[in-house]
């Protein structure tokens, strides 16, 4: 008999009833225990767990395994089979560089922009037959495209052209297809969400950055007008005919407005309509963060973002905070996944945009196999003693490859529910109470 390595073990204590917690960061179970099963877990008292009544149920959830089990083994090989599988193939694509916007932190700024800034008809008939090209293997039923930028509305026709005729082809090879979408939204208008939805846009990420005071002084236009009324116009118009995720990015100068953002967004008609989340304004060397060093650690950032879920839950907002194992997490580290310039320079990080010291082909030609390429696909956090031996590596899955590059001592960066997950699974226990 084994005791999972990834277990977590919790005790609450709410008013003298000493409830217990378990959960495991492999399957995600989540489940409420007696005192008597909590201690021998912990003090791993098998003769006590061989004959005790949730025996079935702590080996269907993983927790226990009747005979000795290597998950660290299973994993890796479920993350070499995921990184090398040809069943999906991800693109992301960048009809522009061009944007609408003027944001204060968008990595954008610090990327060099060389070429056309909008891609050419000819770029669009290299990625079409890359595409061709790659429906030609047997064993693949699924592509993803998402359509980033720069501002990809500022593309519209010729998105949509794009779209389509990636649809045809799909159709035509019985091959699934699926759309999905990053916007600032100010372009986005109820009749462009009727034809994305039409052409397969399965959901749209827009970004709002607190209040109307704050978002107003960091995503504004060219001009410098302020974007956010035109937003929430926008939302909701459109979150009848497409899925729309609100991003809010968190910070230092912006944090002490976001209460007074959820006040707002808890009082407008499409409140039940959309999902909102929180992700922290990062700090890369590459591109990043350029906010004056106002970014959150990771482990600061940890207990911001709980605060954040609990006021986001009190005012009747669409949330969704509870961790996942996924076997690779980082697309860029993912062997049948590229990003695609407007200039039709080939990546494999949305973070390296236009810095072409990080290009590893180009869509006319395909990838170049070099010690560009290489250096995505040679990282594993199964190479990296700390995250071997981590007991939150199913949830993190060695993090952002790009962050690791960039980082001081060339290490991951080790994500939030290394330091917060304790809290936030009482958090999401009661949420299931209420």
């Avoid at 994993?75 to 599988?85: A, G, H, I, L, N």
């Avoid at 909008?118 to 359509?147: C, G, R």
Wanted: net charge negative; with cysteine; proline share 2%.
């Amino acid at each position: 008999m084994k005791i999972s390595s990834y277990n977590e073990y919790l005790k609450l204590d709410e008013e003298g009833e000493g409830k217990y917690l378990i959960y495991n960061s492999l399957t995600n179970g989540l489940g409420e225990i007696k005192k008597d099963l909590y201690d021998a877990l912990v003090n791993e008292d098998f003769s006590y767990l061989t004959n005790c009544e949730e025996l079935e149920h702590l080996i269907q959830g993983r927790f226990l395994y009747l005979n000795p089990v290597n998950e660290l083994e299973i994993m890796e090989k479920s993350f070499t089979t995921t990184r090398y599988q040809k069943s999906t193939l991800h693109l992301t694509i960048l009809p522009t560089f061009n944007c609408n916007f003027r944001c204060s932190y968008c990595y954008e700024n610090l990327t060099e922009k060389t070429g056309n800034h909008s891609f050419t008809d000819q770029v669009q008939q290299d990625i079409l037959k890359y595409i061709e090209s790659a429906m030609e293997a047997t064993d693949l039923k699924h592509i993803t495209v998402n359509w980033t930028g720069g501002e990809p509305l500022l593309e519209f026709k010729k998105v949509t052209r794009l779209m389509d005729q990636m649809n045809t082809m799909a159709a035509l090879k019985h091959i699934e297809i699926a759309h999905y979408m990053v916007s600032n939204g100010y372009l986005l208008t109820k009749s462009r969400a009727v034809i994305l939805r039409d052409l397969g846009l399965k959901s749209i990420q827009i970004t709002i950055d607190g209040n109307k005071v704050n978002h107003d002084k960091r995503r504004v236009l060219a001009n410098q007008q302020g974007t956010f009324d035109q937003i929430i116009n926008n939302i909701r118009d459109s979150c009848d005919f497409i899925h729309i995720n609100i991003r809010s990015n968190v910070d230092l100068n912006n944090v002490a407005s976001m209460e007074d953002y959820m006040d707002y967004l808890g009082q407008q008609d499409f409140r039940g309509k959309v999902n909102i989340y929180f992700s922290a304004t990062t700090d890369y060397v590459a591109g990043g963060c350029s906010s004056s060093n106002s970014c959150f650690a990771n482990q600061e950032f940890s207990g911001v973002i709980l605060s954040l879920y609990e006021k986001a839950l009190e005012k009747g907002l669409n949330i969704s905070y509870y961790p996942q194992y996924v076997p690779v997490v980082c697309a860029a580290i993912a062997d049948n996944s590229i990003v695609v310039q407007p200039d039709g320079w080939i990546q494999k990080c949305w973070n390296t945009v236009g810095n072409s010291n990080y290009a590893i082909g180009h869509i006319s030609n395909g990838i170049n196999s070099n010690e560009r390429t290489e250096k995505w696909l040679n990282y594993s956090p199964y190479k990296i003693e700390k995250c071997r031996s981590c007991s939150v590596l199913p949830l993190c899955g060695g993090g952002c490859a790009q962050q690791a590059f960039e980082s001081i001592d060339k290490q991951p960066v080790c994500c939030e529910y290394k330091y917060n997950l304790g809290e936030m699974l009482k958090f999401n226990y009661h949420r299931l109470e209420v």
